[in-house]
C-alpha cells in the first residue's frame, strides 16, 4: 500500500484544484494514495465564538466537501487553530467530515477518547494513527473531565551562550525545550497499544515553531520515543515549512510538510513560507515500510499544490539538507522527489 501524508490544509476559501485540476498540481500524486493524511488547520463552522484575541480563523462548513475533494482520507484536527471558535464548533465540523468520508483525528469526549488511536483497514493492512499537537492554548485540550485536543504540553527554557555573545552582539539565547514526562507518556502508551493491535502505526504529531526551518529539540526525541514504542511512521507539520527527515530504526520521521494549501490573507501571510511536500511512504502486505520519499512542491498564486519547478526543487533540497546535516536521512533527489535512506 501506498501511505501519503501531506502538511498544513489552511482552507479558507473554494479550492481551483478539486474543481478543475492544472495538469501540474500535486492532488494528481494524491489519485495513487491508498491512506492520505493531513492536518486541516480551520475550523469550519457557522458558530462565531473566538477562544482567543490574537489570530482567529474560521472558514465556510460547505467548504468541508473541499478537504474531501483534495483526496484526503483522514486530517488532523489537534492543532493550535480547531478550537478557535470552542468545542461545539469543533465536534460539529468533526461530524462533517466523518459524513464526507474524510476520518477526523485527535479529537475525543475527553483526554482518554482524543488519544485512542483510530484504526483504518486499507487491503490486507491495518493501519492505526496516533495525533496528538504540541502547540496550541492548553483550554483547547482535552482532560479526564473535559473534551478536545490530545495535547502534549512542552517546556521551555532559555540560556544565554556567554562565550558567542562576548562578540557576537545580538546572539540569541540556546532554547532547549522537552515535553512533559506525563503527556509524553499517555502519548506513547497510546502508540504501544496500536502496535500490538495493527500492522502499521502512525503517528500524526502538530508540533514544532512557525516558521522555523529546524525542528525544535523535544521534536527530534519525541520523534525517536514515537518510533521505540511502536511507530512505523511519523508525518509532522505546523511550521508552515519543509523540515528534514529523520530515520529512525527503520522508520521514516517527517518532521515538517510544509503547507499543502494556505487560503490566510491576514497580516502574518506574507511571512509564510510557499513550500510545499509530500511524503509518500511503502508499506508491504505485513505493515512494513519499505520505501519513503519526499516530492517537493510549490504554492501557486491561491495557495494551492504544484509541483516544484527543477531549478526551485534543487534549491529547496539543499536547503533542507543544510538544516538538517548531520541527521538527515535524505540521500538523493530524482527530479522534484528526494529519497530517503531507511536504517
Do not use: K
Not at 145 to 163: L, Q, S, W
Not at 260 to 265: M, T
Not at 306 to 317: G, I, K, N, Q, S
Amino acid at each position: 500500500m501506498l501511505l501519503v501524508g501531506v502538511g498544513d490544509l489552511v482552507v479558507m476559501r473554494p479550492l481551483a484544484h478539486v474543481r478543475r485540476r492544472p495538469p501540474d498540481s500535486l492532488l494528481h500524486v494524491l489519485d495513487g494514495a491508498d491512506l492520505a493524511v493531513g492536518n486541516l488547520e480551520v475550523p469550519l463552522t457557522d458558530v462565531d465564538d473566538p477562544q482567543r484575541a490574537d489570530i482567529v480563523l474560521r472558514g465556510d462548513p460547505a467548504l468541508v466537501a473541499d478537504v474531501a475533494g483534495l483526496g484526503v482520507h483522514a486530517v488532523s484536527v489537534a492543532n493550535n487553530h480547531c478550537g478557535d471558535h470552542g468545542w461545539a464548533a469543533l465536534r460539529g465540523m468533526a461530524d462533517e467530515l466523518e459524513r464526507a468520508g474524510v476520518r477526523p483525528l485527535g479529537i475525543g469526549q475527553d483526554e482518554r477518547d482524543a488519544f485512542a488511536p483510530a484504526v483504518l483497514r486499507r487491503g490486507d493492512v491495518d493501519v492505526a494513527l496516533v495525533t496528538a499537537t504540541c502547540v496550541g492554548p492548553e483550554p483547547y485540550l482535552a482532560a479526564p473531565d473535559r473534551p478536545g485536543m490530545a495535547g502534549v504540553r512542552v517546556a521551555t527554557a532559555y540560556e544565554t551562550d556567554h562565550a558567542r555573545l562576548a562578540w557576537e552582539p545580538g546572539t540569541p539565547p540556546l532554547v532547549r525545550t522537552a515535553a512533559w514526562t506525563e503527556d509524553e507518556a499517555r502519548l506513547l502508551d497510546s502508540v504501544a497499544h496500536a502496535y500490538g493491535a495493527a500492522d502499521l502505526v502512525v503517528a500524526v504529531m502538530h508540533w514544532g515553531v512557525s516558521w522555523a526551518d529546524r525542528p525544535a529539540g523535544y521534536q527530534r526525541a519525541l520523534g525517536r520515543r514515537l518510533v521505540e514504542a511502536g511507530a512505523g511512521v511519523v508525518l509532522g507539520c505546523h511550521s508552515h515549512t519543509v523540515q528534514g527527515v529523520e530515520s529512525h530504526g527503520g522508520a521514516p520521521i517527517f518532521h515538517g510538510l510544509g503547507s499543502f494549501v494556505f487560503g490566510y490573507d491576514g497580516p502574518l501571510a506574507a511571512r509564510m513560507s510557499r513550500d510545499a511536500a509530500i511524503a509518500l511512504v511503502d508499506v508491504s502486505g505485513a505493515g512494513r515500510v519499505t520505501g519513503a520519499r519526499l516530492v517537493l512542491g510549490r504554492l501557486d498564486a491561491a495557495g494551492e499544490p504544484v509541483r516544484a519547478h527543477p531549478e526551485r526543487a534543487a534549491l529547496l533540497a539543499e536547503i533542507v539538507a543544510r538544516n538538517s546535516a548531520g541527521w538527515s536521512a535524505l540521500s538523493r533527489l530524482e527530479g522534484d522527489t528526494l529519497h530517503v535512506a531507511l536504517r
